[in-house]
C-alpha cells in the first residue's frame, strides 16, 4: 500500500538493510536475500532473541542440596566438590571445542555429563545454561543463541570452580 520511492527512500533512512515492496516476485527476493547476506557475511549480528547475561560477585554454589543428598556425609560432600574440581575444566575445554566445530554429538553428550555435577552443586545459573544449551540444540543447534550460551556456561563455571576453590569447608 505503501509502494512509493519515497517510502522505500524513508524505510532505507530508518536503517533497513533493503526494501522489496509487495506483491513481489520470488526471483527478486532470492536475489535481494543473496545480496545482503552476503553483504553482512563479516558482520556480527546479534538475534534478539539472545539474552545478555551479567554475572554478579554473587555466590554461584548453594550446598543445601548437596548436603540434603549426602545426609550429613562430610566426606561424600568433599568428594562430589573434589570431581567437580577435577572434571569440569576438562569438560568445559570438550564443550567450548565442540560448540566452536559444531559437533553437536560430543556436545549434548558432555552437556549431558555436566549437568548432573552442577545440580548437585546447586549451582542454578549454570543449570540455567545448561537447560538453554539443551533446547538450543534441539530447536537451533548451529544457532549463535547456543554458542553464546557456552561461552556463559563456561564463564560461571569459572568462576564456580574458584568459589569452591575459596570455600575452607570442603
Given amino acids: 500500500a505503501h509502494a512509493t ?9 530508518n536503517g533497513m538493510n533493503d526494501y522489496l515492496s509487495k506483491p513481489y516476485d520470488f526471483n527478486v527476493l532470492l536475489e535481494k536475500l543473496y545480496q545482503n547476506l552476503n553483504k553482512n557475511k563479516g558482520d556480527t549480528i546479534q538475534s534478539p532473541e539472545v539474552q ?23 566426606t561424600f560432600i568433599k568428594n562430589m566438590v573434589s570431581i567437580f574440581l577435577e572434571n569440569t575444566p576438562e569438560s568445559m575445554e570438550i564443550i567450548l571445542n565442540s560448540s566452536k566445530i559444531d559437533d553437536i554429538k560430543i556436545l549434548k553428550k558432555e552437556i549431558h555429563k555436566l549437568k548432573s555435577s552442577i545440580s548437585l552443586l546447586g549451582i542454578v545459573k549454570a543449570s540455567e545454561s545448561v537447560n538453554s544449551i539443551e533446547k538450543e540444540l534441539e530447536v537451533n543447534p548451529l544457532g549463535q543463541k547456543r554458542k553464546e550460551e557456552v561461552i556463559y556456561l563456561n564463564e560461571i563455571c569459572q568462576l564456580a570452580i574458584k568459589e569452591l576453590e575459596l570455600v575452607e569447608e570442603y
Fill in 5 to 13: 520511492l519515497d517510502e522505500e527512500k524513508r524505510c532505507l533512512q
Fill in 52 to 74: 545478555t547475561h551479567e554475572i554478579t560477585t554473587e555466590k554461584l554454589v548453594d550446598f543445601k542440596y548437596l548436603k540434603d543428598f549426602a545426609e550429613g556425609d562430610d
